[in-house]
């Protein structure tokens, strides 16, 4: 069964850039067809899509944050990244990666990661 | 952008009801409409997506329905562990969105 986890620094601080890697467990990131998403939750808030990355190198983001975001992906690693860069205290979020097949949902999920936005 | 109206934000119910979560899109987006479960200090888990498909390994009291702008959850029979927050999510066009959220709390 896939597995994903999150990984990257807890505190960023202000104008600089939040770098997050997600490592994908139990199965190649190249295998089948599939989307590698990011999506970020605001401690007490709903969620919000970031964005999403093939392992072809198409991406999607978010129309709010894409002039910040950039997802890659690192197929010999089996891994996928986000940088957010000038962050403000709004990022200051619990980031979720996730995996979902080409035109459906996310199926699998990352437990998150807390990143917070302080000087 | 479409906006996405999840109600009710809280509902309160006891063990054994049915309930149900409403989900209404600004706009039509078929059947790409997902239903997750999340629990505090867990990531959202799926239970259903293309409205109406339960996804794999998830209990048959949970049911999706509806198509175009309005879509129902229902919980035919509520158990301890369902006691949770739940969301609808759009993945019919960019950027895709999540309901507001649905807090399901013991009554």
């Known amino acids: 069964q896939v597995q994903l986890q999150e990984s990257g620094p807890g505190l960023v601080k202000p104008s600089q850039t939040l770098s997050l890697t997600c490592t994908v467990s139990?199965?190649?990131?190249?295998?089948?067809?599939?989307?590698w998403s990011w999506i970020r939750q605001p401690a007490g808030k709903g969620l919000e899509w970031i964005g999403r990355?093939?392992?072809?190198?198409?991406?999607n983001y978010n129309p709010s944050l894409k002039s910040r975001v950039t997802i890659s992906v690192d197929t010999s690693k089996n891994q996928f990244s986000l940088k957010l860069s000038s962050v403000t205290a709004a990022d200051t979020a619990v980031y979720y990666c996730a995996r979902g097949p080409r035109g459906s949902s996310s199926d699998y999920w990352g437990q998150g990661t807390l990143v917070t936005v302080s000087s | 952008v479409i906006w996405m109206t999840q109600s009710p934000s809280l509902l309160s119910a006891s063990t054994g009801d049915r309930v149900t979560i409403s989900c209404r899109m600004s706009?039509?987006?078929?059947?790409?409409l997902a239903w997750y479960q999340q629990k505090p200090g867990k990531a959202p888990e799926l239970l259903i997506y293309?409205?109406?498909t339960l996804q794999s390994g998830v209990p048959s009291r949970f049911s999706g329905s509806g198509s175009g702008t309005d879509f129902t959850l229902t919980i035919s029979c509520l158990q301890s562990e369902d006691f949770a927050t739940y969301y609808c999510q759009q993945y019919y066009s960019f950027p895709w969105t999540f309901g507001q959220g649905t807090k399901v709390e013991i009554k």
């Open positions: 139990g199965g190649s990131i190249s295998s089948g067809s599939y989307y």
């Open positions: 706009q039509g987006i078929s059947s790409y």
């Open positions: 990355i093939y392992t072809s190198g198409s991406t």
């Open positions: 293309a409205a109406s």
